[in-house]
Structure formats: structure tokens, C-alpha cells
């Protein structure tokens, strides 16, 4: 790692596609310069083919899931609450552990707009992030709080997609 590393927050939120495809790449090319990942998902369950893929990484990435399985529409269940909070505190702990120089919260403001977790501990954790730790927050609805504090955001906007045409999730391209 260069020694000038300094790890800075970056936000992927909107309502286009993408946000957890960008940091894929991100984890990706942090791998291919040697740094430690941790890839947290909040609220998805699965062997979905990136886990696959990233999985070929390990022991250079840590892979974990928070969630209980299936989508959550509307007030989450018990499990769903508990799942969650375990993965937040995991979360806490590897950023500031400093052992991964790249912690991907995959889904985090999904579940911050659930209550899963609060923003006051997500900003004080960030703030209290060891130097050489860049820490990456996807999903739909980033608080505006979380954005002024970020040092990057970038929005994904929905223009044009082919589910409008009918065509659905196709292996390799969305799962």
C-alpha cells in the first residue's frame, strides 16, 4: 500500500442501477492492488454470482450477509432487526479494526431508512475510522447528513432500463 493512503468515505445512492455493481469494481480493483476488503450486505441473502466471484478472493476478502432471506416490504420482522444489528455492530468493528484498508456496506442506507441501525453511529463510526480505511455506503435514499459528510457520492439515476421493456433479471448481468 502507498504510504500516502488515506482512506476517505464514498457514497453510491439513487434510483438507477448500479450502486452495488460500482462497488464491486471498487472491491475488485482494491483486491488486484493487494489491500484487504470486507464486503458486508445488509438485507440480501444469497450465492448470488458476484459473491461467487469474490469469493475466489478469500482469505484477502471477507464476505459477509446480514439478513434472514427474502425482500422486506414494509415493517422489518424480529429476525430481520436482529440480522442486521449483528451485521452493524461486525461492521463497527472491522472498520475500525484497521485490518481491511476497504469496507464495502452494501445496502446500508436501505437499512438505515429501516431503523436497522442509526446514522448517529454509522457518522461517529466513520469519524472515528482509522486513517488507511475507505469505507463505501450503497443503496437508494442516502441521508442527506451522510452525504455532507462523504468525500464522494455519486447518484445513480434510473433514464432508461429494459425491465420496462419486460425483460427480467438475467444471471451474470443482475444476480
Do not use: C
Amino acid at each position: 500500500m502507498a504510504p500516502d493512503f488515506r482512506g476517505l468515505v464514498q457514497v453510491y445512492t439513487g434510483e438507477g442501477k448500479g450502486k452495488t455493481t460500482a462497488a464491486l469494481g471498487l472491491a475488485l480493483r482494491a483486491l488486484g492492488a493487494g489491500l484487504r476488503v470486507a464486503f458486508l450486505q445488509f438485507l440480501k441473502k444469497g450465492e448470488f454470482s458476484e459473491i461467487r466471484a469474490l469469493r475466489r478472493f478469500e482469505p484477502q476478502v471477507l464476505l459477509r450477509q446480514f439478513h434472514s432471506g427474502g425482500f422486506v416490504r414494509g415493517e422489518p420482522s424480529e429476525e430481520v432487526r436482529q440480522a442486521v444489528s449483528q451485521g452493524w455492530q461486525e461492521a463497527q468493528r472491522l472498520i475500525l479494526s484497521g485490518d481491511f484498508q476497504v469496507v464495502v456496506l452494501d445496502e446500508a442506507h436501505v437499512a438505515l431508512s429501516l431503523g436497522l441501525f442509526s446514522l448517529e453511529e454509522v457518522l461517529e463510526t466513520l469519524s472515528r475510522r482509522p486513517e488507511g480505511v475507505e469505507v463505501v455506503l450503497t443503496g437508494r435514499g442516502a441521508p442527506q447528513p451522510l452525504i455532507e459528510a462523504a468525500d464522494l457520492v455519486t447518484e445513480m439515476r434510473a433514464v432508461k432500463h429494459y425491465y420496462q421493456r419486460g425483460i427480467s433479471a438475467r444471471r451474470g448481468i443482475e444476480y
